[in-house]
């Protein structure tokens, strides 16, 4: 088996060929460096290159000759992807037309795909299942959602091209060894941000809203440690080589924790009591978003193993106390 991660020197790609080296599978990372790393690439090799440069993916599909394509590359940063739409639209959505057209080219026909619990915007419902519409309420939901459609219309079109698309809730924690974790600067995730508050980055941590009508009155996430994310993508994989057909997953644990027990875990596992203020609610944020992750526990046969906000902290923090010591922190 051959895999070709595009974004495989970010966050949660690098944890991907992590694993990947780990069951000895054939990866190349392709990857334009502009939020990853090289020294984030623990397996493979690395091409250096942007997903809009057909002409070089092109060259790069022909030579390696994937079995199937992870396609992690893409920007992520909801707030970013409000003041400048189109950079979202032509990185995660544009980009992704330029990858499939090339796949489809070369006759790979299997892909998984890294989507968000933003396609579904506001959750009516919780825990939210697959079923339920997308209503994105940022560019950035609105990208992902836009290449899911792709997606779907060309396995409609074409029956042996099959994709998974994998919606990640809220993915935190690192790799137990400490050699990969969240290195990009900005972070503006809630468990990163109240790190850097431990560790004295930021004066203090502010709390977006307390008025939310959940038992706290803060937000409620489900929170899902990379490497059991980067296992989701493995079974993605598995099953899609056995015949599995295109299909769509919700990658969560199921339940949630609201920002004040996150906040109270954060504490406990660093021992630093830091400054937290109550502050107004930021845009766009809804209440509750929790996985219904029946069905990639069912149909993927997933089975998470590091289902414990503890552990996920304590991994998050030991890397954040030692990323700096990388090629300067970038
Ligand atoms: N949050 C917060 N303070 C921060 C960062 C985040 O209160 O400094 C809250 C945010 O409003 C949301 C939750 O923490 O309710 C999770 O936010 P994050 O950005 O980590 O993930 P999101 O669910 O928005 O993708």
Same mark, same amino acid.
């Given at each position: 088996?051959?895999v070709?991660?595009?974004?495989?020197?970010?966050?949660?790609?690098?944890?991907m060929v992590?694993?990947?080296?780990?069951?000895?599978?054939?990866?190349?990372?392709?990857?334009n460096?502009?939020?990853g790393n090289?020294?984030a690439?623990?397996?493979?090799d /690395?091409?250096? !290159?942007?997903?809009a440069?057909?002409?070089?993916?092109?060259?790069? #599909?022909?030579?390696?000759? @994937? *079995?199937?394509?992870?396609?992690?590359?893409?920007?992520?940063?909801?707030?970013e992807?409000?003041?400048?739409?189109l950079?979202?639209?032509r990185?995660?959505?544009?980009?992704?037309?330029?990858?499939?057209?090339?796949?489809k080219?070369l006759?790979?026909?299997?892909?998984?795909?890294?989507?968000?619990?933003?396609?579904?915007?506001?959750?009516?419902?919780?825990?939210?299942?697959?079923?339920?519409?997308?209503?994105?309420?940022?560019?950035?939901?609105?990208?992902?959602m836009?290449?899911?459609?792709?997606?779907?219309?060309?396995?409609?079109?074409?029956?042996?091209?099959?994709?998974?698309?994998?919606?990640?809730?809220n993915v935190?924690?690192?790799?137990?060894?400490?050699?990969?974790?969240?290195?990009?600067?900005?972070?503006?995730h809630?468990?990163?941000?109240? /790190?850097?508050? !431990?560790?004295?980055?930021?004066?203090?941590?502010?709390?977006?809203? #307390?008025?939310?009508?959940? @038992? *706290?009155?803060?937000?409620?996430?489900?929170?899902?440690?990379?490497?059991?994310?980067?296992?989701?993508?493995?079974?993605?994989?598995?099953?899609?080589?056995?015949g599995?057909?295109?299909?769509?997953?919700?990658?969560?644990?199921g339940?949630?924790?609201?920002v004040?027990?996150v906040?109270?875990v954060?504490k406990?596992?660093?021992?630093?009591?830091?400054?937290?203020?109550?502050?107004?609610?930021?845009?766009?944020?809804?209440?509750?978003?929790?996985?219904?992750?029946?069905?990639?526990r069912?149909?993927?046969?997933?089975?998470?193993?590091?289902?414990d906000?503890?552990?996920?902290?304590?991994?998050?923090?030991?890397?954040?106390?030692?990323?700096?010591?990388?090629?300067?922190?970038?």
């Amino acid at each position: 088996m051959r895999v070709l991660v595009t974004g495989g020197a970010g966050y949660i790609g690098s944890h991907m060929v992590k694993l990947l080296g780990e069951r000895s599978i054939d990866t190349l990372t392709y990857d334009n460096l502009s939020t990853g790393n090289k020294w984030a690439v623990l397996h493979g090799d /690395l091409v250096v !290159a942007d997903l809009a440069d057909k002409d070089t993916l092109r060259g790069v #599909v022909k030579a390696f000759r @994937p *079995d199937a394509v992870i396609h992690f590359a893409a920007s992520i940063v909801v707030p970013e992807s409000v003041k400048d739409p189109l950079k979202y639209y032509r990185n995660n959505t544009a980009n992704t037309l330029n990858l499939i057209e090339i796949l489809k080219e070369l006759a790979v026909k299997k892909m998984v795909f890294s989507s968000t619990a933003s396609v579904y915007g506001i959750p009516e419902k919780s825990p939210i299942a697959e079923t339920e519409p997308m209503r994105p309420i940022n560019p950035y939901g609105t990208s992902k959602m836009v290449t899911e459609l792709v997606l779907k219309d060309l396995s409609l079109a074409d029956k042996d091209f099959n994709y998974v698309s994998l919606r990640y809730f809220n993915v935190a924690g690192s790799d137990d060894k400490c050699r990969i974790g969240q290195a990009y600067k900005e972070s503006t995730h809630l468990i990163t941000r109240a /790190l850097k508050a !431990a560790k004295g980055e930021f004066q203090k941590l502010e709390i977006f809203g #307390v008025d939310y009508p959940t @038992p *706290d009155g803060t937000c409620i996430r489900d929170y899902i440690h990379v490497d059991d994310l980067a296992d989701a993508h493995i079974r993605a994989l598995e099953y899609l080589g056995e015949g599995g057909k295109s299909e769509v997953f919700n990658c969560g644990y199921g339940h949630g924790y609201s920002v004040k027990e996150v906040i109270a875990v954060v504490k406990k596992v660093t021992g630093v009591d830091f400054h937290v203020e109550e502050a107004q609610r930021r845009e766009g944020d809804p209440p509750v978003v929790v996985a219904d992750s029946a069905k990639i526990r069912r149909e993927l046969v997933w089975k998470p193993s590091y289902d414990d906000l503890e552990y996920i902290v304590r991994t998050a923090w030991e890397w954040e106390k030692t990323k700096d010591r990388m090629s300067g922190g970038k």
